[in-house]
């Protein structure tokens, strides 16, 4: 397949108010295309589609409902005439804590928005895409091939969405149309900052996290890597690009770090705090919206 031109074209980004999401929305419309961004909250994101100016349709929609989703596709199709790009970015994680320590609804909650989500976002485009050539966007995460300690149901759920988009794109092939999988390391948003650099069992957990590996990606950076990906149909992005030899490799050194981690002292003490981790709270996540702050959404912000 050649290049993908995006120019004309018609995008539908989930999880679309902010961090990468919007950065993705507002990248696309600069390439010429018009855009729905999805979101729970449907007033904040009228509001947060209306700082993108003309040509941005705004959709309260949970993509773990699927008949939600289902809505904001008809409503883009109503609006725009037609839909060539859907981008499946909506993620949630729970508060940092083992298997046993999480409430099960916490898991479950985890796995409906990521994966159920995705699939939700790609079924309800499968047909207007198939029409139009086009192409979905799965965004998956490093957690599909790295250790999911601590954040079992967001690796399993990003672990699934890759095997996912394998399988959907062998499927589109013959249509025409393409699929993208996007691995993102650390990305500087609301809910890495929470998981990272605020939750205890974060920040000691991440400390285990060799240079370069622990470097951080902008929204803006994010994005960009993605929507190249679309131009180019590619089969996977991986951002930062230093994760790609670990998911390469992922065969070989997968065991020996699982092996490694559960001979360490650290690990036994973050096990033991992770057990009894009250999880009332849960982390922010890319599907929750937060006041807009137009000024600062028009600059690349939104607070």
């Known amino acids: 397949m050649g290049r993908f031109d995006l120019d004309g074209k018609v995008a539908l980004v989930t999880g679309g108010t902010r961090g990468i999401g919007l950065a993705t929305a507002r990248a696309l419309r600069q390439r ?11 007033g904040n994101t009228a509001a947060v589609a209306d700082t993108l100016g003309d040509g941005v349709l705004g959709v309260g929609a949970d993509v773990g409902d699927r008949d939600a ?28 804590a083992t298997v046993r320590g999480m409430p099960p609804e916490e898991f479950e909650k985890v796995v409906r928005v990521n994966l159920l989500g995705a699939y939700y976002t790609a079924h309800a485009a499968l047909p207007h895409i198939i029409e139009t050539g086009g192409h979905i966007s799965l965004v998956s995460s490093i957690y599909a091939f790295t250790q999911g300690a601590f954040v079992a149901p967001y690796a399993a759920s990003k672990a699934a969405v890759e095997q996912f988009g394998r399988a959907l794109r062998v499927e589109l092939a013959p249509h025409k149309a393409s699929v993208t999988v996007a691995y993102f390391g650390f990305v500087d948003t609301d809910m890495v900052r929470f998981e990272v650099d605020t939750d205890p069992l974060g920040v000691r957990g991440t400390s285990l996290v060799p240079w370069p590996l ?15 990906g679309i131009e180019q149909r590619s089969a996977q992005i991986i951002a930062p690009s230093q994760w790609s030899v670990l998911s390469v490799l992922r065969g070989i050194i997968n065991p020996g770090v699982d092996f490694v981690m559960s001979k360490l002292p650290l690990i036994s003490e973050l096990v033991a705090q992770g057990d009894s981790q009250k999880v009332a709270d ?3 996540d890319a599907t929750l919206e937060l006041p807009v702050n137009r000024e600062a959404a028009r600059a690349g912000r939104v607070e």
């Open 32 to 42: 010429g295309a018009q855009v729905t961004i999805v979101g729970r909250d449907a």
């Open 69 to 96: 989703v289902e809505h904001a596709v008809a409503a883009t199709i109503d609006r725009f005439g037609r839909l060539d790009v859907a981008v499946a970015n909506a993620g949630v994680t729970a508060r940092l």
């Open 214 to 228: 622990n470097q951080h990606l902008t929204p803006d950076q994010g994005a960009e890597a993605l929507v190249r």
């Open 282 to 284: 849960s982390a922010p």
